[in-house]
């Protein structure tokens, strides 16, 4: 199993979701989201048409640890242990313009 780091995935405009990539050929067997401690806003995970305001197309909301107490994460792992999560199906929504969360994913 490989790690890939991408580091701290970031939205400059809140509301306008940032894909993982656009690159459809890259895949994953599994996607970790963490809330970077320190930030203000929360976060969004979600397809790369989520909207906030609705919640439509969000699979989850981190929530922000400013204080640098415990840090929420998310993860998804496909069910067949393979590299069928395809990363370009995935995006990062913020509340707050320039925050966003760490992201990692692996792959067979």
């Known amino acids: 199993m490989t790690i890939n780091c991408l580091g701290r995935v970031n939205v400059p405009t809140p ?6 990539t656009t690159n459809t050929s890259v895949v994953a ?11 203000t806003g929360k976060t969004y995970v979600g397809n790369p048409t989520m909207v906030q305001g609705t919640l439509a197309g969000v699979a989850r909301i981190l ?3 400013s204080t640098g107490g415990f840090s929420e994460s998310f993860y998804i792992e496909a069910q067949d242990g393979e590299n069928s999560i395809r990363l370009a199906d995935y995006a990062v929504d913020a509340q707050v313009a320039g ?5 990692t994913y692996w792959t067979e």
């Open 29 to 39: 067997s599994k996607i970790f989201f963490q809330v970077i401690p320190g930030l």
């Open 15 to 20: 509301g306008t979701p940032v894909p993982l």
């Open 63 to 65: 929530w922000p640890n």
């Open 99 to 103: 925050e966003g969360l760490l992201v």
